[in-house]
Structures are given as C-alpha cells and as structure tokens.
C-alpha cells in the first residue's frame, strides 16, 4: 500500500475526486431537471427566443413592439442595463472626483460636508435610496394631469418628464460621419499639438483648434442644411402627454441612486488616490510657483490616476452589477425583461443563463477594458 | 568642518513668528476660501432648518393618519403605532420576546467576538456549535416548550441580521477552502475554484437569489422542497464565500513563501502547515477588510425583498403601504429603515478603523 503515501498518486487522487464530484452533483441536477420539466410540460431549448414577446417595454433604448421576438426583448433588455449603468458611471465619476477633491479641501466645513455626503450614502443600503427616490418622486410631483409646464414643451409630472424630441429627418448619416470624422481630427491635432508643446515648452492653440475641427463640420452641415430636423413637440391630453421625449421616473430614480452610490465610491477612492501621492509633489510644485488648484490638475491628480484606476475598475463593475436593483422599481433592464420572459416561458433554466452569461460576459469584457487602460497610464519602468 | 560652514553662513535668526490667525484662517484665510465657507455655512444652516422644521416644528406627535395629513411634518404617531411590526414582521405577537431576545444574543456574541482578545480557531466553532442552533431554537421554536414558529413567519430585523450574520459566518470556511483551492498547485483543483469564485463575482447578487429561489426547485427530486429562507440564505452564503476567498487569497499572498518552506522543512504536511502556520498569519491580515466586506453584505440582505422574503426594509414598506398610512408616512418609514442601516454600518466603519490602527500598533 506504499502508493497511498506517494505524493503524486495523492495529487491524482484528491483531482480526480473533485472532478468526479462536481460532474456527479451536475449530471444528478441536469437528469431531476429534465425529468422535473418533462413533467411539468415544460418545453427546453432556447426556441423561445424567435417566438414573438407579446408584452410592452415601457422604455426601450432600441425600437421595440410586442410583436417583436423575445430574443430582441432581452436584446432591449441588455441595451437598457448598458444606458443606465453607463451614465450612472459617467455622471458617478465626475461628482465623485468633485467630492472627493472637496474631502481635501484646507477648508474644514467643506471637508466635512464631503465626508457627511459619503458616509450618508456609503452606510445605507442602495435598495432603499431607490426605493426613497422613487417614491419621493411619486409623491411630491403632481399628476399628469396637473403636469408642470416648465418651459413651452417641457412637462413635469410624476410620471416622468417630457421634453421635445429631435427627429432627424434627413442627412442623418452624413452628421453622423461629419462627427465622427471630427472627431478622430480633433483627437489627433490634440496629439500632435501635445508632442509639439512637450518637445518647445511652448503653449500652442491646441484645445481650441481640435474643437473648431470637432464642432465645425457637423455646424457647416447643418448651417448649409444639409440636415433636416423636426421637433416633435407633446401635447397634453386629458389622460396623459402624448409625443415627445418621455424620461421615465423609473429610470431617473434609477439612475440617480446608481450615480450618487458611484459618487461616494469614486470620493473615497480618489481621496485615497491623493493622500498616496507623496507630499514632497506638492511642495515641489509650489516651489516651482504652481497654484494650488493646477497643482491638483496637473501633478497630484496624474500620479494619483495610477493608484486610482484598480478600485475604480471594481467600482464600475459593481455599478454594472447594481443596475440589476431595477427590478425593484420596474425599470425594464436586463433582469426584468428575463423576468417577464421567466413568468411567460416558464422557462428559468435558460433564461437564467442568458442572462447570467450576459453579466459575466460584460463584466470581464469591462475588467480587460480597464486593464488596458490600466496598463496604458501605469508608470513605464525602465 | 561644522565651524567653517556656520561662519559661512548668515547666524541662524529665529523663524519669523506664523500669523497667530489661529483657527480662523482656515476657514476665511483668502476670499475664496471665506466664500467656500459662507457657502458651507448656509447650506448647513439650510439643511438644519428643513431637518429640524420637518423633524419637530412641524411635526405630529399624537393622534392618527388624519392628523398627520393635516400637518406638513413628520408623523411620529405612525412610527411608534408601526415600530413593532416594522422589527418583528408577522412574528406572532405574543411570541415576539423571542426573536428580540435573539436579537440581543446575537449582539451579545457579536460584541465578543469583536475584540481581538477573544480571536481563535474556537470563536468560529463557538458560533457554528453553539450559537446559531441557539438562534434557530429560539427563532424556531418546537423545543423546550416554544411554540414552533414557520420560518414564513419569521421577518423584520432579526431576519436581515441573520441572513448576514449567518450567511457570512457560514460563507468563511467555505471562502478559506476556495482561497486554498485557488492557491493550490493542482490545477483541477485550481480551476474548478477560479471558474466558481469569478462566476459568482461576474454577476450580480439578484441573480444568484433568482437561482435560488426559482430554479432550484427545479433541480430538486419530485416532493423535495427547501424552505424558501434557507434557499436565500444558501444562495448568500455561496456569494459570500466567493468574496470572502478574495480577500484571504490576499492575505495568503502577503505571507511570505520562508513560512511555507520553513513548515515544510520540520516535516508538517499540507494542512498542518496551512492550519498551524500560514492561515493564522493570513486571516489575521484580512480581518479589516473583512469587515468592510460584511457592511456591504449587511447591506446587501436588503436584496432578498425582490424574491419575497420579509426583512426589514420589506417590513418598512408594507408598513408605509398599510392602508391606513397609505401616502402620509413615505419618508417617515424610509428614514427609519435609513437610521437603522446607519447606525450599524457606521458603527461597523469605525469598529474597521479601529482595527486597522490596532493592528498598526500591535505589528500583528
């Protein structure tokens, strides 16, 4: 029995086990699972997804109908739970950077407002600002009949605002293309100019001309009219506002409590950002005459950036992630949508791994993001 | 030398005295920082008179939802009418002694076992063995002449404390094995760990519950079912341990490979060497963090109102649903939901931060 004792039989041994036991449990639940839903009459497979949905989706970052298939519903599910979290992100990001460099601040009061702001949403759950949001909106505006009119077009109810709708007529295309070509000139005169400044020490116009070349070809189309806009303006009715741009309070509420959890998160990891970077960067700054606030901009906040990137990854990932609570106010994301479909099909199993799949796959598609982003600003060793 | 370099140089004079404007140059040294502070001062000033006008100027301290549609203020007869039901949920009335002393067991415990003092392999047991049956005994009832309790009915505070003081302190051995796992040099081992800790990472806490509560029955044999509770607590203790094998993978990282080799070298085998030497250096080190983990988590519980468990946050809101306060208490209940949550992550943040200053002094 000398083998029992031999290191490399044991490493086989405890393996295979593992292995075994996992393709055991899993074989167990896929044969009680078919069994389960041949009884149940339960159909399996991913058929469903080519068959029509039958339900509305109240709001639809790409064009939806009831008669579109369910594959296209978790489509609009997806393109949803991509919108809010991104803007969450967006909007998290820069008033996080504000709370955070305000938690720095020399002046006392203002330090403290910052850390009273983050320590209120840090320590209570995002579930229940959700909920708090969505109901002060609920309460607080009036209805829809009573909808407040802001400006000519603009009507705020409690449910939701509604501002005029630009619709592209015509030349969309070509706008498009005038954009984006403006855009890469911009970004690449902004290079140029950059390498031509480092290598002078002479300030050039830079950031003015790339953006002339950003705005000016898409403003000369229109200015030429080469674009056809019309605006489509809502009407009140008796019941509800017809036409227009209608923003949701499902999707404000969402967006605000996912963008205001960022924003805490961003304040504190940029504090710490901050504080890592050496004390002899300021100084030496000062010597050199920079003020306090270019300082910041141009040699702490840099540096910072380095330590910065790794939390911040973690934090868009959660705030990905977190979009997921809109379920809980009936913002149509991913989940919901796979929840509707869950109730019509029956079909948990599958719908389930579309969806978790899609989370994952989103997820390490933004971790490599970040990574490479990462990689791009960490300090070059030599 | 020191002689030639201090003729050189002009005699040492005394540093000019600082401007003596003490404190207040911090807050009005230059205009914009007297305008930055102004600027506080008024906001302050704003959010006081709101929080104190609404809180008790104008507020209702008796009568019922009439009152309190005529006033603008806060309704605190709701609070103290509601209060009861929002702790316990539809924990039978008269038996409602039990999960409050719980509660205040579980406090105990947790008390204790937040000193450092009291750390050992033992505490973990002690929480395993002993004080978690005795939860579910008093919560559940049965014995020693309880009335039995169906976990339907279990709800409120001690429902979100338990789903997080359980899940987690189930989730750590599980999260220990995973972090071994995923450090060990069988690469079967190795991979089955990885792929669970970043699936389970990789998605969001909701769909976990999901699977937990509706897909699992379908993987259960005809006539097996699990009680919903423990489905959703299972589903949190598998979420927790994935984070929880993050964290103490980094602890093990940070021990050095001399404590490995050294174990080793005496002739301890694996698990001797990993119970005896490496995992008492490594958990010591990922106790901060820990606890930062269990804020979120305590925070996270909330989630399990979406699949139909009644905790606290879902107890507060069918309070401010019941048809009597319906639209008169919104922000009333929320608050106190909101207070609540606070008081404990805030208490747990500085619990954290004491840690890490005691661990700063003691080099453990």
């Known amino acids: 029995m000398a083998f029992l004792h031999d290191m490399r039989f044991r490493a086989y041994f405890y393996q295979v086990v593992a292995i075994g036991v996992v393709i055991l449990v899993g074989w167990t639940m896929f044969s009680t699972a078919s069994g389960n839903l041949a009884k149940q009459n339960i159909a399996t497979g991913f058929d469903f997804l080519s068959r029509p949905a039958g339900f509305v989706i109240t709001e639809a970052a790409i064009a939806f109908e009831a008669t579109d298939t369910v594959g296209r519903a978790i489509l609009v599910g997806i393109a949803n739970t991509v919108k809010v979290s991104l803007l969450a992100a967006i909007f998290g990001t820069l008033l996080g950077l504000a709370v ?9 009061l203002l330090a403290r407002l910052a850390l009273v702001y983050v320590e209120l949403l840090r320590n ?15 309460l607080i505006l009036p209805p829809v009949r009573q909808a407040l009119n802001l400006l000519p077009g603009v009507y705020l109810s409690n449910s939701g605002l509604v501002v005029p709708a630009a619709l592209v007529e015509s030349g969309g295309s070509a706008l498009l293309a005038c954009l984006l070509g403006g855009a890469v000139a911009a970004f690449a005169i902004r290079r140029v100019s950059m390498r031509k400044r480092v290598a002078t020490g002479r300030s050039n116009h830079g950031g003015l001309i790339a953006t002339a070349a950003f705005v000016l070809p898409a403003l000369l189309l229109w200015l030429a009219g080469g674009v056809g806009i019309s605006w489509d303006f809502p009407t009140a009715g008796k019941f509800r506002l017809t036409g227009g741009l209608h923003v949701r309070p499902e999707f404000v509420a969402l967006l605000f409590g996912l963008a205001l959890s960022v924003s805490a998160n961003v304040a504190e990891i940029v504090r710490a950002g901050i504080q890592a970077v050496n004390k002899g960067q300021w100084e030496a700054a000062a010597a050199l005459g920079l003020a306090r606030g270019k300082t910041m901009r141009l040699v702490v906040l840099p540096q910072a950036l380095r330590i910065i990137i790794p939390p911040l990854t973690n934090t868009y990932l959660t705030v990905f992630k977190n979009s997921s609570l809109a379920i809980a106010i009936g913002y149509p994301d991913l989940v919901m ?16 791994a579309i969806f978790m799949g899609v989370y994952l796959a989103l997820s390490i598609a933004i971790s490599l993001l970040m990574n490479w982003y990462n990689a791009h600003v960490a300090l070059k060793e030599r | 030398m020191a002689d030639v370099q201090t003729l050189a140089l002009a005699p040492p004079q005394p540093a000019p005295a600082a401007p003596r404007l003490g404190r207040l140059s911090a807050y009005f040294g230059t205009p914009g920082n007297t305008l930055v502070s102004v600027l506080s001062i008024a906001a302050i000033v704003f959010i006081a008179k709101l929080a104190f006008g609404w809180l008790v100027v104008d507020a209702v301290f008796s009568g019922n939802g009439e009152t309190c549609k005529a006033a603008s203020g806060a309704c605190w007869p709701f609070v103290a009418q509601k209060l009861r039901y929002m702790l316990f949920g539809f924990y039978p009335y008269d038996e409602q002694w039990r999960p409050m002393l719980a509660l205040l067991l579980l406090f105990a415990a947790f008390l204790l076992s937040m000193m450092p003092r009291f750390w050992s392999r033992g505490l973990l047991f002690a929480w395993i063995l002993v004080v978690l049956p005795v939860l579910y005994i008093l919560m559940a009832g049965g014995v020693f002449g309880l009335t039995p309790v169906a976990t339907t009915s279990w709800g409120g505070l001690p429902l979100s404390f338990m789903l997080s003081f359980v899940g987690l302190t189930l989730a750590m051995p599980l999260g220990i094995v995973l972090a071994l796992a995923r450090a060990s040099n069988l690469p079967a081992i190795r991979v089955l760990a990885v792929g669970f800790i970043e699936i389970v990472r990789g998605v969001p806490l909701i769909s976990i519950l999901f699977m937990a509560t509706v897909m699992l029955p379908l993987f259960m044999p005809e006539g097996v079912t699990i009680d919903k509770l423990l489905r959703a607590q299972v589903a949190i203790i598998l979420f927790a341990s994935a984070y929880i094998a993050e964290i103490v993978r980094g602890g093990l990282q940070d021990v050095p490979a001399g404590q490995y080799e050294a174990g080793s070298s005496l002739g301890l085998h694996y698990w001797q060497v990993m119970r005896k030497i490496v995992l008492p250096q490594a958990l010591k080190k990922v106790i901060p963090p820990m606890v930062g983990l269990f804020i979120g988590f305590f925070q996270d519980t909330t989630l399990v109102t979406i699949v139909g468990l009644v905790d606290f946050l879902d107890t507060v809101r069918s309070a401010i649903r019941d048809p009597q306060w319906q639209g008169i208490a919104v922000l009333e209940g929320y608050l106190v939901a909101a207070a609540v949550y606070f008081t404990f992550s805030a208490l747990m943040g500085a619990y954290s931060r004491f840690l890490e200053k005691h661990f700063r002094t003691t080099h453990a």
């Open chain 1, 337 to 352: 949508v796979s929840n509707t479909v869950m109730n019509q099909t029956g079909q948990a199993i599958e719908t389930i």
């Open chain 1, 100 to 108: 955070g460099i305000a938690r720095m601040s020399r002046n006392p």
């Open chain 1, 124 to 138: 209570v759950p995002l579930l229940l600002y959700l909920f708090l949001w969505y109901s002060l909106i609920i």
